[in-house]
C-alpha cells in the first residue's frame, strides 16, 4: 500500500501497520512466483487466531442456549451473529486507523468513504448488541443483510483479481491473509441474515 516503505528484512509497514510484501523482482531473483508466495501466507498457522475466535463464539451460542433453554434455530443464528459481531468489532477498535487503512484496499464502500471505514467496526458492535439483546431483529437483519453482501463484493473482486492482501477481519491485531475463507465468513452471515428475515417475515 506504501512502496515508499521498503525494508532489507520482512516487516511492517510504519505507516499502516501492514505486512512488507516483497517487490516482484526481488520474488522471482529468488526463485518464488506469486502462486508459491500466496500458497505461503495462506498456510493454516495464520489461520489459527481465526480458528480459536470461531470455537469461543460457537461456544458462547451453546452456553446461551443452554441457559435460556430454546434450541432452535433462529435463536442459535441470533446468538452466533452477537458473538461475532461484537468479537470481531472489538478486534477492530482495538487499532481503529490500521484497521480503516487496511480496509479501504477491498470493500467496495470504504474504498470511497474514510469515515465509513472509521464507523464500520462500531456497526459491528451496535449489530452484536442488537443481536444479543433481541432488539429491532428484523431491522438489524436488514443493516446485516446489505453490510455482508457488499463485504462479500468487496471481498470476491479482490480475490477474483488474485491480489495478495491482508484481511482487515480481525483488524491489525491478526495479520490473516485474504482468501476464500473471507469469502465464507460474509456469505455465511449474509445467508443467515437472510433466513432470519424469512422467519421473522412469515
Same mark, same amino acid.
Given at each position: 500500500?506504501?512502496? &515508499?516503505?521498503?525494508? &532489507?528484512?520482512?516487516?511492517?509497514?510504519?505507516?499502516?501497520?501492514?505486512?512488507? *510484501?516483497?517487490?516482484?523482482?526481488?520474488?522471482?531473483?529468488?526463485?518464488?512466483?506469486?502462486? &508459491?508466495?500466496?500458497?505461503?501466507?495462506?498456510?493454516?498457522?495464520? @489461520? =489459527?487466531? =481465526?480458528?480459536?475466535? @470461531?470455537?469461543?463464539? *460457537?461456544?458462547?451460542?451453546?452456553?446461551?442456549?443452554?441457559?435460556?433453554?430454546?434450541?432452535?434455530?433462529?435463536?442459535?443464528?441470533?446468538?452466533? #451473529?452477537?458473538?461475532?459481531?461484537? /468479537?470481531?468489532?472489538?478486534?477492530?477498535?482495538?487499532?481503529?486507523?490500521? %484497521?480503516?487503512?487496511?480496509?479501504?484496499?477491498?470493500? *467496495? +464502500?470504504?474504498?470511497?468513504?474514510?469515515?465509513?471505514?472509521?464507523?464500520?467496526? %462500531?456497526?459491528?458492535?451496535? #449489530?452484536?448488541?442488537?443481536?444479543?439483546?433481541?432488539?429491532?431483529?428484523?431491522?438489524?437483519? +436488514? /443493516?446485516?443483510?446489505?453490510?455482508?453482501?457488499?463485504?462479500?463484493?468487496? /471481498?470476491?473482486?479482490?480475490?477474483?483479481?488474485?491480489?495478495?492482501?491482508?484481511?482487515?477481519?480481525?483488524?491489525? /491485531? @491478526?495479520?490473516?491473509? #485474504?482468501?476464500?475463507?473471507?469469502?465464507? &465468513?460474509? *456469505?455465511?452471515?449474509?445467508? #443467515?441474515?437472510?433466513?432470519?428475515?424469512?422467519?421473522?417475515?412469515?
Amino acid at each position: 500500500m506504501h512502496p &515508499e516503505i521498503q525494508e &532489507e528484512k520482512p516487516g511492517i509497514c510504519t505507516e499502516c501497520g501492514m505486512n512488507l *510484501v516483497m517487490g516482484q523482482k526481488r520474488k522471482m531473483h529468488e526463485g518464488h512466483s506469486h502462486e &508459491e508466495a500466496i500458497g505461503q501466507n495462506a498456510s493454516w498457522t495464520k @489461520f =489459527l487466531p =481465526l480458528i480459536i475466535i @470461531f470455537l469461543v463464539i *460457537v461456544g458462547f451460542t451453546l452456553f446461551r442456549l443452554s441457559i435460556d433453554g430454546q434450541w432452535d434455530l433462529m435463536f442459535a443464528m441470533q446468538n452466533f #451473529m452477537a458473538g461475532f459481531f461484537l /468479537v470481531f468489532g472489538f478486534f477492530k477498535v482495538i487499532n481503529l486507523k490500521g %484497521f480503516a487503512n487496511a480496509y479501504q484496499m477491498y470493500d *467496495v +464502500i470504504a474504498k470511497r468513504s474514510r469515515f465509513y471505514a472509521l464507523l464500520y467496526p %462500531f456497526l459491528e458492535l451496535a #449489530m452484536g448488541l442488537a443481536y444479543l439483546f433481541s432488539f429491532l431483529l428484523l431491522y438489524t437483519n +436488514i /443493516v446485516t443483510l446489505v453490510v455482508m453482501g457488499v463485504g462479500a463484493i468487496g /471481498v470476491g473482486n479482490e480475490l477474483r483479481k488474485k491480489n495478495q492482501i491482508v484481511c482487515a477481519c480481525l483488524g491489525a /491485531v @491478526f495479520k490473516i491473509p #485474504m482468501t476464500k475463507v473471507t469469502f465464507a &465468513e460474509d *456469505v455465511l452471515m449474509f445467508l #443467515m441474515a437472510l433466513w432470519m428475515i424469512f422467519l421473522l417475515s412469515t
